[in-house]
């Protein structure tokens, strides 16, 4: 018989995801072969075909089985049914129907791996729709108008696939019986199925009807059931049950109180009387396990916990609510109320252990002698609560056997030391399992191994190729990484030693240690190799030795370690000769620059360190081209000395320099530099003329402050007498003020002033005069300050008391009159 398989995931090493996906259709007699495991998985491909045989496939079983098991495993991978399997008796209805079963791969007595295989049972089309009854009555009355309809009770299919329980329905007639079958899809993925009223009835005429309503599945072919309606003609009306929406949503804690009401429900009847009265009731899709935790008031539609405990941090109940009248027949309408339960309690672990050998009682075997590290049972914890709560740690306390992580919550139970069957015929033991709760909870539970059997075992590498990044220009020593390889085997055995193989001529730069940590024996130079790849050994101690190799390639990551270098211009400086014409592309050169760094420690950008001053360049900074920034004019010809550095984007940023010496010939066609229209030529202000200008200005202030200056100190001694009745406030004021505070009176404009400043530069004395002419000296405006005055000298007017005398004096050393 052809069964359809499918490998969906197969992953080297300890994953404990679907690997394997098998389809059996059910109803098949026992011993219906499923699949090969090893031909599948292609787990046997890699090897030797004489080590074939060696590698054994098991099944892992329950230590306390809750039911018969439905498969059955060769040695050789092959699966087969142990059983009769119906869908329908295994599943849930309406949901994919499936088995995991978990495989436990050996080399001989030594553990390779664990697989899950999920075999799906292939729902058939072996039940046909069903009516609650056989036969049913219906009373339709005179004043009935066209339209008006009658609710029927649907079929249900058994079968669990969604093809196999659709069903379609169909209304048998004589083709003068004004009726037709409506039928409507509810929530729960039924049918409100109802006999409508095609035309009105004359009870005189005709007061009863026999109808017949057919269901057929999906299947092909396909399956019926038959309801007959026996229909009278009275004056009555009914209409069914309504809720106020299709589906409700509740949450509550876990520990909600029994006594309160968890959701209530409220439908409405247009009828009146016994038509009108609702009960309310569990639906037929409503699970068993749902129908154990919550109960429901029929008259009230109040829905209660029957139990708090729910043993889980988050769960959903879905519950399938009816709301029944009391009509003859009695209608009907569906909603569906979810409730999910947050579980913020401490809930104990639960263990989960399976073993490789099957169990007698309670007791499982193991070989004698069983070599160290040998794989004996899988170990699931589960703890689905919150926080500290669900982090859940396990041990096991024994001389023979330990207890090694698989990942979260996962564990293996392993040979630790040599059994010897003669004087220890058992092995009884205990896996514990606590929780990180306040206070924490302990699960415990005991087992018993029975010995017989011994083994060895090669040394593991935790992956066939390990990846290093690590950066270049470090110090000898330098850490790369960690090669892990296990050995389950003890004493010599067990320890394990690690060299580097290299398939090259050079030498590698890098050593193992007996821990397998790789480290540099040398500064690595990415621009030189950024890529090593070589294979590392393990070696056991044991006689024979065994041995294993890996792969092991160390990327060299880049340093900002070189400068960029310009490779145009070649030299520096470089001499370049730019003719311009007014039809002159405005791009001149372009620099070229190259780094032997790699990604953004290579990115450069270009720049005008000097040269530039009449801006007259500019450099793209991603391209490096060199153009014209504005118009260029006769006058801009002449040599150009223009430094340009190149940058990368490295941390730290590194650069170089090159000079351009640039010469620039202008066309007779290019534009002049434009000149004011209308002034004359000796009259225009010359640059150089400002600059001796101020150049002056701020010589001839510089020599007022000084001179002022020395009339202070000359005046020094005399302050106690000129201000001995203003001791208080005067004397602060004249030590307190700057040089640049001190004042003057307003210069008159009949004298010529001559300023004379004594400076040292690099120990010479050198002496300048300014003469301030008559003519250039404007009238004084009050409360023009130093600043703006045009000689650089402070001005002010407010000269009073014993202030007028010091002033006085000052002045005398200051100015001298040319009457």
Same mark, same amino acid.
């Given at each position: *018989? ?11 090493g300890?994953s404990?995801?679907v ?14 072969f499923? /699949? ?8 046997l ?8 045989g ?5 099944q892992?079983?329950e230590?306390i ?18 059983? +009769?399997l119906?869908?329908?008796?295994l599943?849930?209805y ?11 791969v ?10 899950e ?8 089309n ?15 009355s005179?004043?009935d108008?066209?339209?008006?309809m ?15 329980n &659709? ?9 003068? $019986? ?6 409507n899809?509810k ?24 109808? &017949? ?15 007959d ?15 106020? &929406?299709?589906?409700y ?15 209530v ?7 009146? @009387?016994?038509? /009108?009265?609702?009960?309310y009731?569990? /639906? ?6 749902a ?15 029957s ?6 941090r ?10 029944i009248?009391?009509?003859n ?12 339960i ?14 490789v ?6 007791r ?8 160290? /590290? ?23 306390e ?7 992580s698989? #990942? ?17 015929s058992q ?9 990180k ?7 415990k539970?005991?087992?018993?191994v ?15 190729v ?5 950066y ?6 330098f850490?790369? @990484?960690?090669?892990?390889a296990?050995?389950?085997d ?7 030693s690690?060299s ?5 001529n050079?030498?590698?730069?890098f050593?193992?240690?007996?821990f @397998? ?5 040398? *500064?690595l130079?990415?621009?030189q190799?950024?890529?090593?790849k070589?294979?590392?050994l ?9 041995s ?6 160390? $990327?060299?990551?880049d340093k900002?370690?070189?400068?960029p ?7 520096s400086?470089?001499?370049?000769d ?12 372009t620099?070229r ?12 950008k270009? $720049?005008i ?5 009449k ?9 490096g ?12 010809a002449g040599?150009y000395?223009?430094?340009f ?32 229209? @209308?002034?004359?030529a000796?009259?225009k ?22 001179? +002022?200056?020395?009339?202070?100190? &000359?005046?020094n ?27 003057s ?8 002033i001559?300023?004379? *400043? ?29 600043k703006n005055?045009?000689? #650089?000298?402070l ?5 009073q008391g014993t ?13 001298r009159?040319?009457?």
């Open positions: *018989m052809m069964l359809k398989f499918c490998v969906v995931l197969f992953i080297l300890e404990l995801s690997d394997v996906i098998f389809h059996v259709p059910e109803g098949h007699s026992p011993g219906t499923i /699949g090969n495991i090893a031909d599948e998985t292609h787990f491909d890699s090897m030797p075909p004489q080590e074939h060696s590698v054994t496939f098991s892992l079983h230590s089985s809750e039911d018969f098991e439905l498969f059955n495993i060769t040695n050789s991978g092959k699966m087969y049914t142990t059983q +009769i119906d869908a329908e008796s599943c849930k309406n949901s994919e129907c499936f088995k995991m079963v978990e495989i436990a050996r080399h001989e007595e030594s553990f390779v791996r664990i697989l295989i999920k075999i799906i049972i292939d729902d058939i072996d039940n046909a729709p069903e009516f609650s009854s056989k036969q049913i009555k219906l009373q339709f005179e004043t108008r066209e339209g008006f009658k609710s029927i009770p649907n079929a249900l299919d058994k079968d669990v696939s969604t093809l196999y &659709q069903i379609n329905y169909q209304l048998y007639k004589n083709l003068d $019986e004004p009726f037709s079958l409506s039928v899809k929530v729960d993925g039924t049918a409100k199925i109802g006999i409508m009223l095609e035309e009105a009835l004359d009870r005189e005429l005709k007061d009863s009807y026999t109808l &017949q309503v057919i269901a057929r599945d999906g299947g092909s072919p396909p399956k019926e059931g038959i309801l309606i026996q229909i009278s003609v009275t004056d009555e009306n009914d209409n069914s049950p309504s809720f106020s &929406q299709d589906i949503n509740v949450s509550i804690n876990n520990g909600f109180r029994k006594d309160i009401p968890v959701f429900l409220h439908a409405t009847d247009l009828d009146s @009387g016994k038509n /009108g009265e609702i009960l009731q569990f /639906g037929s899709k409503t699970s068993p396990l129908k154990s935790h919550f109960t429901i008031n029929e008259k009230t539609g109040e829905i209660f916990q139990r708090t405990n729910y043993g889980e988050k769960q959903m109940y879905k519950l399938y609510i009816e709301a009248d009391n009509g027949p009695p209608l009907s309408s569906t909603a569906i109320v979810l409730i999910n947050l579980n913020e309690e401490n809930n104990a672990p639960r263990i989960d252990m399976k073993f050998s099957k169990f007698e009682g309670n499982v075997t193991i070989s004698e002698g069983v070599k160290v /590290g040998s794989f004996i049972a899988y170990v699931k914890v589960i703890d689905n609560d919150v926080g500290l709560n669900g982090e859940v740690s396990c041990q096991l024994h001389d023979k056997l330990e207890l090694r698989l #990942g979260t919550n996962k564990y293996k139970v392993v040979i630790k030391n040599t059994v010897n069957r003669e004087s220890q092995l009884n033991f205990a896996v514990e399992c606590e929780d709760g306040m206070p924490p909870l302990l699960t539970r005991m087992f018993t029975q010995v017989k059997d011994v083994n060895d075992i090669q040394p593991h590498f935790t992956r066939d390990f990846k290093f990044l690590t270049e220009n470090e110090k000898p020593n850490p790369i @990484g960690l090669i892990n296990t050995d389950q003890q004493g010599s055995g067990g320890r394990l690690f580097l193989l290299n398939d090259h050079h030498a590698l730069p050593k193992i240690s007996n @397998g940590f790789i480290v540099t024996t040398q *500064m130079d990415r621009e190799q950024d890529i090593y070589f294979k590392v393990v070696k056991d101690n044991g006689i024979p030795p065994l294993n190799t890996a792969t092991v390639i160390v $990327e060299v990551m900002n370690d070189n400068a270098y310009f490779t145009f211009p070649s030299v400086p470089f001499t370049l730019v003719h311009y014409h007014p039809q002159s592309n405005s791009d001149i050169t620099l620059a190259s780094d032997r760094d790699s990604h953004v420690n290579a990115f450069l270009y $720049e360190l000097s040269g530039n001053g801006q007259l360049f500019t450099v793209n900074p991603y391209t081209t060199l153009s014209y920034y504005r118009t260029v004019y006769q006058n801009d040599l000395d223009l430094q550095v190149v940058k990368d984007s490295g941390t730290p940023v590194l650069s170089a320099t090159t000079i351009l010496s640039l010469t620039l010939t202008v066309s007779n066609n290019t534009s002049k530099m434009f000149t004011p229209i @209308g002034i004359e000796d009259k202000i010359h640059f150089n003329l400002v600059a001796v200008i101020v150049i002056a200005a701020v010589i001839v202030s510089v020599a007022i402050v000084v001179s +002022i200056a020395i009339c202070i100190i &000359q005046k001694n005399q302050r106690k007498f000129l201000y001995t009745n203003d001791v208080g406030g005067n004397n602060k004021f004249a030590e307190e003020r700057r040089p640049s505070e001190y004042v009176e307003t210069v008159s404009p009949q004298y010529d001559s300023i004379t *400043m004594v400076s040292d530069n690099s120990m010479k004395r050198n002496t300048q005069t300014a003469t301030l002419k008559k003519e250039s000296l404007p009238r004084h405006k009050p409360g023009q300050n130093w005055s045009p000689t #650089g000298i001005h002010q007017n407010i000269i202030h007028q005398q010091k002033w006085n004096c000052c002045r005398q050393n200051i100015f009159k040319q009457q």
